[in-house]
Structure formats: structure tokens, C-alpha cells
């Protein structure tokens, strides 16, 4: 599910219209691409908070002081060293293009040098910006946050009757929770035992009538039905993709496949780092004058960053597979050189 729902979040980043704005090009690829970039992947993102809470609570049956310390333990390697780790990284790259490439120094860096206070609040956000300057980890952030609040996402979730009340609460007051949310409804399913499979072919079509209903309507609501909307997408490609995964299963212990699903963490964290770069490149040899161009443009931005990230991967696991390991939280304690 991880593997698929990263594919979503790699294209929504694949959306180049923010590069194009002041160069001739087709209006009409950049709102197709646009809608597939943040309409049709709407649900990618709340549905890795679902995954964690999910996984936070999944197989508890009591919930004590001393479990909830050593989960938080757990994630301290999972989540906060790799977060700390590509943070930096994403630092001292920003240093390497303020003085290179000439991008904005973000307010970190300028003629005058670097501003170590900006650059250790650059950790948790970017002056001036809601993203941290490793920008795709604000979801590790708010996912740590929600981790240390996993027990009053358990008082909420336990009772579905109390959940279904604070969400609406949450919907028609429109107050944002940066995910919290989509965390509670994970820990609701692990904690009232709710099974998603077997899914019936009539309970799929259902999903993707609601799912298509939902995008299509999305970006002609603000706030309260919007709010509205995103439940729809969300539970509905909760169900879509858990089908997907149960069909791809088979596959898992198929090298090739097994490669691609344990470089998921490594292909969200190190794509960001070259996004930007990439698109610039690309729109400077294809072109986003027609909509052939524009198009063209846009799937290899895609299949780029995820081919890069793979290579890198891959030589990072014959170069140095220990710093590889903690890089993408100890997700795979025997990383070893496979065949494929």
C-alpha cells in the first residue's frame, strides 16, 4: 500500500506548472496534469496518516505507560533520525545551489553568510514557510507530533460513535487538524478491529463511483463541502488501494518487485532533493509550448525521479548499505545487494 500510495505523492511533486508561469505553454496540459497531480492523489498523503495510526494501535490490546514509551522509542529510530538526517542534507544542498545554481537561499543564506538561527528553525519550518527545509518531511514532523499524541487519538477512535462526532465537528467548524484527523480513523480501525478484506467487486465499484464523484466535484467547493469531499476521497481510495495490494501481493517476493517496495522510503526522501533541478532541465530541452511538450515534460519528471532515486539506491546499497539502513529508518535491518 506504501509502495503505491508513494507513486501518488511522487506525482503530485511532478507538477511543473509552478516552474512555467512566466514561459509560453499550454493552458490546457497544465490543468490536465494539475488535476491529475493534485485531484486524482488527493488521497495519498491522508491515507499514510491512516497507515500509521493504524499501525501505531494494530494487534493492542492494552495500552500502557511503559508500551507507549517503547513505540515512541521505536519511531525515534524510524522517524527522527532519518528526519534529522535528510533535514541536514537538504541543508547543505541548499547551501551547494544558493552558491552554484543561484536559488533562493530561503532566508537561510545570503551574501552575508548563513543565518544559523534561521537555519536551525529551518528544521522544523522554513522562515516564512510551513515546510521544513527537507520540504516532503513536514509529514514525518506532523507524523512525530501525532505519535506523541497517540493517546488522545485512542480516546477519540475507540468509540466510532465519539470519532463520527468530532470529525463532523472538526468538518463543519472547519478547523484543521494537519492530518490528525486521518490519523484518529487509522487508530479506529486498529482499535475497534475493523477488517478491510475481503472486499466484494460491488463494494469496489462502489468506492470508485465515490472516488470519481468526489475528484470531479472537489475543486468546485470551498471549506465545508470540500471538508466533505476529502472524507469521500479518502475513504473511498482507502478501499481502492487495499484491492490493488491484495491483487499485487503475489508479487512481493519477486526480486524485482521486493526491490522497488523496500526503496519506497528512499525514493520519497531523496526525490525532493533534486525536484526543482530536474523540471528546470526538462523544460529547457523539451519545451512546454504545445501540449505534446507540456505532456512529455510531465512524465519524465515522474519516471525521472523515480528512476534517479532507484539508481541511487541501488549503488548506495553495494557503496555503504549500514548508513543506507539508518538513512531510511532502519526499515530494512538486513539490507543486502540483491540480483534482479
Same mark, same amino acid.
Given at each position: ?45 491522508? #491515507? ?22 517503547? %513505540? ?13 538526517? +535528510?533535514?541536514?542534507?537538504?541543508? $547543505?544542498?541548499?547551501?551547494? @545551489? ?17 543565518? +544559523? ?6 528544521? +522544523? ?8 527545509? &527537507?520540504? &516532503?518531511?513536514?509529514? $514525518? ?22 470519532? $463520527? !462526532?468530532?470529525?463532523?465537528? /472538526? ?10 484527523? +486521518? ?17 466484494? @467487486?460491488?463494494? !469496489? ?6 472516488? #470519481? ?6 475543486? @468546485? ?6 471538508? =466533505?469531499?476529502?472524507?469521500? $476521497? ?7 488501494? !487495499?484491492?490493488?495490494?491484495? @491483487?499485487? =501481493? ?12 523496500? &526503496? ?10 533534486? =525536484? ?18 507540456? /505532456? ?27 548508513? #543506507?539502513?539508518? &538513512? ?7 539490507? %543486502?545487494?540483491?540480483?534482479?
Amino acid at each position: 500500500m506504501k509502495f503505491i500510495l508513494l507513486l501518488g505523492v511522487v506525482l503530485i511533486h511532478s507538477s511543473i506548472s509552478q516552474y512555467v508561469m512566466e514561459i509560453p505553454h499550454s493552458q490546457s496540459a497544465m490543468d490536465l496534469t494539475d488535476n491529475l497531480s493534485y485531484t486524482m492523489t488527493a488521497g495519498c498523503v491522508p #491515507l499514510f496518516f491512516v497507515i500509521s495510526g493504524y499501525l501505531f494501535f494494530n494487534n493492542l490490546h492494552v495500552f500502557t505507560l511503559n508500551i507507549y514509551l517503547n %513505540k515512541l522509542k521505536k519511531r525515534t529510530r524510524t522517524l527522527l533520525i532519518p528526519y534529522l538526517l +535528510w533535514c541536514t542534507f537538504c541543508l $547543505i544542498l541548499l547551501i551547494i @545551489k544558493y552558491h552554484i545554481l543561484g536559488y533562493n537561499g530561503l532566508g537561510i543564506i545570503s551574501n552575508e553568510g548563513i543565518d +544559523w538561527s534561521a537555519a536551525i528553525e529551518s528544521y +522544523w519550518s522554513v522562515p516564512n514557510n510551513a515546510y521544513p527545509v &527537507a520540504f &516532503a518531511f513536514w509529514f $514525518i514532523r506532523n507524523l512525530m507530533i501525532f505519535c506523541i499524541l497517540s493517546p488522545i487519538a485512542m480516546l477519540i477512535g475507540k468509540n466510532i460513535i465519539i470519532m $463520527i !462526532v468530532f470529525l463532523a465537528i /472538526t468538518v463543519f467548524a472547519n478547523i484543521n487538524l494537519y492530518g490528525f484527523n +486521518w490519523y484518529i480513523i487509522g487508530c479506529s480501525l486498529a482499535l475497534n478491529q475493523v477488517s478491510l478484506l475481503p472486499l466484494s @467487486k460491488l463494494k !469496489v465499484m462502489i468506492s470508485c463511483i465515490i472516488f #470519481l464523484l468526489s475528484t470531479y466535484f472537489l475543486q @468546485k467547493y470551498n471549506t465545508l463541502v470540500y471538508n =466533505i469531499l476529502m472524507y469521500g $476521497i479518502v475513504l473511498s481510495s482507502l478501499n481502492i488501494v !487495499v484491492f490493488v495490494s491484495s @491483487k499485487l =501481493i503475489k508479487y512481493y517476493n519477486r526480486r524485482a518487485f521486493h526491490f522497488f517496495v523496500n &526503496a519506497s522510503f528512499f525514493i520519497y526522501a531523496f526525490h525532493q532533493c533534486y =525536484i526543482s533541478l530536474l523540471a528546470r532541465i526538462l523544460i529547457s530541452i523539451i519545451g512546454v509550448s504545445s501540449f505534446f511538450r507540456y /505532456t512529455i515534460c510531465y512524465i519524465s519528471e515522474f519516471i525521472l525521479m523515480i528512476l534517479i532515486a532507484l539508481i541511487t539506491y541501488r549503488i548506495l546499497e553495494y557503496v555503504c548499505p549500514k548508513f #543506507l539502513n539508518i &538513512a531510511c529508518g532502519f526499515r530494512n535491518p538486513s539490507i %543486502k545487494p540483491t540480483n534482479i
